[in-house]
């Protein structure tokens, strides 16, 4: 709940008590503020002190402290009061774009709110993208007209606005790139950024206009990084549905990169250990090779009798060849036996006949049967 208290503007601070002073702070998202408030001796250090916000002309307490409590703790915000060194120390953490405004670090006194400080806070977005991605931003709705300007110079160049027909051309200008659309039941205004340029990189403000000119709702600091992969973002240009954009730097996590050098490094020493290894692994193939062929021949060579003589007609012999096992197969049939009346023959190939020695003498003998 909002508390209504007297006006913190300097008419209203007792003099020669403390004179205001002022400052401006710009913090990104998710980051932390520090503020130290020195209050001069003359101060009642046992005098309660305030840390509150100004929004929509009311006055928010965030967080106070007391004579009995000098660490105090509120939602995201701390208050330390130190009687000695005489300094308030306020603490906000993890700031967001709405946290965003004017804030004050006050004493109680004599039942006024006496000003120490003020603080002029603006709370940014930092984006970042990769060249021909897209970028989507909703800001807070206000009532008027809604911009989004780009900051150079003293001032803020509008690049789009809410109290125009967007008008669709193929240009590479900035303003023909981008679109703005408010939404009054959600209020909110969404602001898009097509085919991002690295000369798109900048500090932009979704802002109210008006005759007095432009009020910040909220600043957006982009920067836009040149593609790694060319081949990539023209196939993204031409395909974009199919190939999601890669995501922006700072959501790739930090030890990707030295992830990759290790898994490199590993396959790198692996190839090494491999072309260390096959020289020597061919070396002995060849060592080997000859004395395989040697054993192979050896086992091929066999000595094939010449004098083989068939026993009789009805006896045959067959020994099929196989040249790849070193194995013989003889096939033997008989006959009945003869009786000796009957005639013998003998059928012998011309290579099996045999040899008559030289040396030797031949005698015949004829030997009649009774």
């Given at each position: 709940?909002?508390?209504q208290?007297?006006?913190?503007?300097?008419?209203?601070?007792f003099?020669?008590?403390?004179?205001?002073?002022?400052?401006?702070?710009?913090?990104?998202?998710?980051?932390?503020?520090?503020?130290q408030?020195?209050?001069?001796?003359q101060?009642?250090?046992?005098?309660?002190k305030?840390?509150?916000?100004?929004?929509?002309?009311?006055?928010k307490?965030?967080?106070?402290?007391?004579?009995?409590?000098?660490?105090?703790?509120?939602?995201?915000?701390?208050?330390?009061?130190?009687?000695?060194?005489?300094?308030?120390?306020?603490?906000?953490?993890?700031?967001?774009?709405?946290?965003?405004?004017?804030?004050?670090?006050?004493?109680?006194?004599?039942?006024?709110?006496?000003t120490?400080?003020?603080?002029?806070?603006?709370?940014?977005?930092?984006?970042?993208?990769?060249?021909?991605?897209?970028?989507?931003?909703?800001?807070?709705?206000?009532?008027?007209?809604?911009?989004?300007?780009?900051?150079?110079?003293?001032?803020?160049?509008?690049?789009?606005?809410?109290?125009?027909?967007?008008?669709?051309?193929?240009?590479?200008?900035?303003?023909?790139?981008?679109?703005?659309?408010?939404?009054?039941?959600q209020?909110?205004?969404?602001?898009?950024?097509?085919?991002?340029?690295?000369?798109?990189?900048?500090?932009?403000?979704?802002?109210?206009?008006?005759?007095?000119?432009?009020?910040?709702?909220?600043?957006?600091?982009?920067?836009?990084?040149?593609?790694?992969?060319?081949?990539?973002?023209?196939?993204?240009i031409?395909?974009?549905?199919?190939?999601?954009?890669?995501?922006?730097?700072?959501?790739?996590?930090?030890?990707?990169?030295?992830?990759?050098?290790?898994?490199?490094?590993?396959?790198?020493?692996?190839?090494?250990?491999?072309?260390?290894?096959?020289?020597?692994?061919?070396?002995?193939?060849?060592?080997?090779?000859?004395?395989?062929?040697?054993?192979?021949?050896?086992?091929?060579?066999?000595?094939?009798?010449?004098?083989?003589?068939?026993?009789?007609?009805?006896?045959?012999?067959?020994?099929?060849?196989?040249?790849?096992?070193?194995?013989?197969?003889?096939?033997?049939?008989?006959?009945?036996?003869?009786?000796?009346?009957?005639?013998?023959?003998?059928?012998?190939?011309?290579?099996?006949?045999?040899?008559?020695?030289?040396?030797?003498?031949?005698?015949?003998?004829?030997?009649?049967?009774?």
């Open positions: 709940a909002q508390q208290l007297p006006s913190p503007s300097p008419h209203l601070v003099t020669g008590l403390q004179a205001q002073t002022s400052q401006e702070e710009s913090q990104p998202e998710g980051s932390t503020l520090y503020i408030c020195p209050y001069t001796p101060t009642d250090y046992d005098a309660p305030v840390w509150y916000h100004v929004r929509d002309g009311g006055y307490i965030l967080v106070e402290s007391n004579a009995h409590t000098t660490h105090t703790k509120k939602g995201k915000v701390t208050i330390q009061d130190n009687h000695t060194h005489r300094t308030v120390s306020i603490t906000m953490a993890d700031l967001q774009v709405e946290d965003s405004g004017t804030y004050y670090c006050a004493y109680h006194f004599g039942g006024w709110y006496n120490l400080k003020t603080i002029s806070l603006n709370v940014f977005k930092e984006l970042h993208r990769w060249e021909l991605d897209s970028l989507s931003v909703q800001c807070p709705y206000s009532p008027g007209t809604n911009v989004w300007c780009r900051r150079g110079g003293t001032g803020c160049n509008i690049v789009a606005r809410t109290d125009t027909t967007p008008t669709s051309r193929n240009s590479k200008a900035l303003g023909d790139r981008t679109s703005i659309q408010r939404d009054t039941q209020r909110t205004v969404t602001i898009t950024m097509q085919k991002l340029q690295a000369q798109d990189a900048g500090v932009y403000w979704c802002a109210l206009y008006s005759s007095y000119g432009l009020t910040r709702i909220m600043e957006v600091r982009l920067s836009v990084s040149k593609s790694e992969y060319p081949l990539a973002a023209l196939w993204q031409s395909a974009p549905a199919r190939f999601p954009s890669r995501p922006p730097p700072h959501h790739v996590p930090q030890h990707s990169s030295l992830s990759t050098f290790i898994l490199l490094l590993g396959v790198l020493s692996v190839l090494f250990i491999l072309a260390l290894i096959s020289p020597i692994i061919l070396c002995v193939r060849q060592h080997k090779e000859p004395k395989r062929r040697g054993t192979r021949e050896a086992e091929d060579i066999y000595e094939k009798p010449e004098d083989t003589a068939q026993l009789d007609s009805a006896e045959r012999m067959e020994s099929p060849k196989d040249d790849s096992e070193d194995l013989k197969y003889v096939t033997l049939s008989f006959k009945p036996q003869l009786s000796l009346e009957e005639p013998l023959y003998c059928n012998v190939e011309p290579s099996q006949t045999p040899r008559k020695p030289e040396d030797e003498s031949v005698e015949y003998a004829v030997i009649a049967l009774k």
